[in-house]
């Protein structure tokens, strides 16, 4: 099967590999949509995973074989599946908070990834799709799921504004999950002008380009003075987060979803006095990810505005090299003909 493994810092090949057989409690997966995410392209600068690793995590597709002790599920299923896979015994699973796991696999960083022709994904972490229509935007039920998680972190005022700063994928689901639960005013704060554009088309108040305007002042003059309530830092630059915590109101709440590399430095006199609240949000749990994709399949999340491009296996090498941020959502698609 094509499967596209890295091989080291910014060197990403598509190569031929055995097709992997089921074990006990697995699904082997035909891939036919994986997306290619934010983790995907840092593991590519970085060379970070094992060399001949699989990489991909954000999958659809449909079931080719059954291991051994699975029930419930017939080839020819169309699915997704949870990239996060949770020991289901420690103390964080057995208390919900499964994408805290003490014993966490992920696809596509600890195990063989999904952007290849197959897939093996434990059985308890598949979620039917009801037809191949719903396959491409399944694929975003992984970034979904994390929006989801992100918000579920906040506490959300519906009359208060809340700023995003950040619209690539993770800022616009953020965004599309706070309009589907009534949150009144979303700014979103970002250079590029195709992210901005698709944040209008999604419903933020208002988008502002940091490039060109004073954040602090603008976020001055769209609150009275008040500053923000809730921010979320979804570029993941220490400058952005150090940003993010100045830009709220007293007692407001900054929520970083975002993975950022370096440290960063915050003046925690300033957040101290206006009893800032920053809470991290990482992944999501297994309930958020099928809550995700209920939203997707039922008709109540519409993200085809994300995905900007869908290209071949041959492509992906060329599409990692020249990623711009004008890209929101890139699918590769390994299977094209009609199921
Ligand atoms: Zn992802
Ligand atoms: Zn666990």
């Known amino acids: 099967m094509k499967a596209i493994v890295i091989e080291g810092p910014r060197s990403l090949a598509l190569v031929d590999k055995p097709v992997p057989v089921p074990g006990p409690g697995e699904v082997l997966v035909r891939v036919k949509y994986c997306g290619i995410c934010g983790s995907d ?3 590519y600068e970085t060379g970070f995973l094992q060399p001949g690793l699989t990489i991909g995590h954000e999958f659809s597709g449909t079931i ?32 919900g908070e499964d994408n805290l796991c003490l014993e966490m696999r992920r696809l596509g960083i600890t195990d063989q990834g999904s952007m290849a022709e197959y897939v093996l994904v434990p059985a308890k972490d598949l979620v039917r799709l009801p037809d191949q229509r719903s396959l491409a935007t399944a694929a975003l039920a ?16 519906h009359k208060q504004p809340v700023l995003i700063i950040g619209a690539g994928t993770i800022g616009l689901v953020i965004l599309a999950v706070l309009k589907h639960r009534g949150a009144g005013s979303v700014y979103v704060a970002e250079p590029n002008q195709f992210r ?3 944040a209008s088309k999604m419903g933020a108040e208002k988008v502002l380009d940091p490039l060109e305007v004073n954040l602090d002042r603008e976020v001055e003059n769209l609150t009275e003075n008040r500053g923000m309530s809730l921010v979320f830092d979804c570029a993941g630059h220490a400058e952005t987060i150090a940003q993010a915590c100045s830009l709220g109101a007293a007692g407001s709440m900054v929520v970083v979803p975002s993975i950022c590399y370096q440290p960063v430095t915050l003046n925690f006199l300033s957040l101290v006095t206006r009893e800032v609240k920053i809470n991290t949000a990482f992944g999501k749990t297994g309930r958020e990810f099928r809550e995700a994709v209920d939203m997707i399949t039922g008709g109540r999340m519409d993200l ?6 869908i290209i071949s296996p041959a ?13 929101i959502k890139t699918l590769v ?6 199921d």
């Open 64 to 95: 080719a074989a059954l291991g051994t002790k699975v029930d419930g599920w017939r080839a020819g299923d169309y699915v997704t599946g949870n990239n996060i896979i949770a020991c289901g015994r420690c103390r964080y699973c057995l208390r």
């Open 142 to 157: 992984e970034p979904l799921s994390v929006g989801l998680h992100a918000v579920n972190r906040a506490v959300l005022d």
């Open 333 to 338: 698609l390994f299977h094209d003909e009609v």
């Open 304 to 309: 085809s505005p994300l995905v900007t491009a």
């Open 41 to 43: 392209l840092h593991a």
């Open 315 to 327: 492509e992906t090498e060329k599409a990692f090299r020249e990623t711009g941020s004008g890209n």
């Open 196 to 198: 901005r554009e698709t």
